[in-house]
């Protein structure tokens, strides 16, 4: 079993920057890949970013390409998510995923999840 629980979300202005923490535990941090997934108000969950067990590969959703940045500290058991130049359209929940290996766009090939963290972007 892993335990995941993120940080950092708020509300913050359109332009502004927020930087996304998920601190794992349970099993060998390092054995597994991570995403991150958002979920605004009436609408699906949707696949962000996501990184490989020991950062080699990295995903993005096209959305957010070129402003936001998987990263994590395998010594340190935590994932991170860099947000730049924040839209209003980026504000949603944002939950952190494990799986063992292998990276994934799909929700649903992930067994582990976060309580999420909320990101409100004011125009």
């Known amino acids: 079993q892993v335990q995941l629980v993120e940080s950092g979300g708020g509300l913050v202005q359109a332009g502004d920057s927020l930087r996304l923490s998920c601190a794992a535990s349970?099993?060998?941090?390092?054995?597994?890949?991570m995403g991150w997934f958002r979920q605004a108000p009436g609408q699906e969950r949707e696949f962000v970013a996501t990184?490989?067990?020991?950062?080699?590969?990295?995903s993005y959703a096209d959305s957010v390409k070129g402003r936001f940045t998987i990263s994590r500290d395998n010594a340190n058991n935590t994932l991170f998510l860099q947000m730049n130049s924040l839209k209003p359209e980026d504000a949603a929940t944002y939950f952190c995923?494990?799986?063992?290996?292998?990276?994934?766009?799909?929700?649903?090939?992930?067994?582990?999840w976060g309580q999420g963290t909320q990101v409100t972007v004011s125009s």
């Open positions: 349970g099993r060998p941090f390092n054995n597994y890949a």
């Open positions: 990184i490989s067990p020991r950062s080699a590969a990295t």
């Open positions: 995923a494990a799986r063992q290996w292998f990276t994934s766009l799909f929700q649903d090939e992930y067994p582990y």
